[in-house]
């Protein structure tokens, strides 16, 4: 299942579960991200981020 992750600036695409904060993931676009306590809503962060571009071109590719 895909979803979306704010890390490192921007809002990627995944696929599989959430990562927790700390973890890294290899976005839909190609690229290795980390998420910080503040990519993660439950634990209070906003996703104020951008969309990446490549990952919903991706997302909308499936
Ligand atoms: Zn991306």
New binding site residues.
């Given amino acids: 299942m895909l979803q979306w992750q704010q890390a490192e600036g921007?809002r990627?695409?995944l696929e599989g579960r959430a990562p927790a904060e700390g973890a890294s993931f290899v976005?839909?676009?190609?690229?290795s991200?980390t998420v910080t306590r503040a990519d993660i809503p439950e634990l209070g962060g906003h996703w104020f981020d951008p969309t990446?571009l490549?990952?919903e071109r991706a997302w909308l590719a499936r």
């Avoid at 976005?27 to 690229?31: P, Q, V």
């Fill in positions: 921007l990627h695409a976005a839909l676009c190609g690229i991200v990446c490549p990952c």
